[in-house]
């Protein structure tokens, strides 16, 4: 299995900018989670769905952070418009109850200037 | 509602022991234990449910003490590889899956 996909790996943008991250979920795994990890914040959930339905999004710091999963083998992140605190790698795992845990992604590294 | 790791760093010599520790001031369902590398993805080692059972890392021990809420990993004999930073996250169940994790243990193991 490729494991979690996560695209792009590094992103550089401007203060104001639009920022997508795409994340593609081991196959048969049917939850999805977000993840931002800064040195000061440590690993924090954003979001996560489950049967690509937003179960939990108490995690999204503001409205300017969106996230959708129209299908079992897609979501996406959505930052607009960015802002320099929102430098971070952002982590998207994938699971399924029966294997009890998650399987973390290799991260989407995002400097905002 | 996040847990508590300790210590938050250790450094040791190839071959001896360390124990990581993992308290949470709610009830909890599991503790899942991940290791990162700098620069990496967290890799899941183990996780330990309510009621005893466990899942995971062949090499690695931990325990769970439901009634203290704690969790504490056993890495003995180790070795380079074992260098990281070791997160505790736990889950409170209910139906959740959410993982709340601690701020992370920082392994170093020298020759």
């Known amino acids: ?113 | 509602q996040q847990p508590v790791q300790s210590p938050q760093a250790v450094i040791l010599r190839e071959g001896e022991d360390a124990v990581i520790n993992c308290s949470s001031s709610k009830a909890l369902y599991s503790v899942h234990w991940y290791r990162q590398k700098h620069g990496e993805a967290p890799v899941f080692l183990m996780i330990l449910l309510k009621g005893g059972e466990q899942k995971g890392h062949e090499k690695i021990s931990a325990s769970f003490n439901e009634k203290k809420q704690q969790s504490s990993l056993y890495l003995t004999a180790s070795q380079l590889s074992y260098s990281g930073t070791y997160f505790c996250g736990t889950e409170r169940g209910g139906g959740s899956e959410k993982l709340v994790f601690g701020k992370g243990t920082k392994l170093t193991v020298n020759p």
């Not at chain 1, 960015?82 to 992604?105: I, K, W």
Request: glycine letters at 8%; a neutral charge.
């Open chain 1, 1 to 113: 299995d490729a494991g979690v996909i996560q695209s792009p790996r590094h992103e550089v943008t401007e203060m104001g900018q639009e920022v997508t991250l795409r994340c593609k979920p081991i196959s048969g795994h049917n939850s999805l989670f977000w993840y931002r990890q800064t040195m000061m914040r440590g690993l924090e959930l954003l979001i996560y769905f489950n049967n690509n339905v937003p179960i939990d999004d108490s995690g999204m710091p503001e409205d300017r952070f969106s996230a959708k999963m129209p299908n079992a083998s897609f979501s996406t992140l959505k930052i607009q418009p960015s802002e320099p605190r929102d430098s971070a790698v952002y982590f998207c795992a994938t699971g399924t109850r029966s294997q009890e845990t998650q399987y973390f992604g290799p991260g989407t590294r995002l400097l905002v200037l």
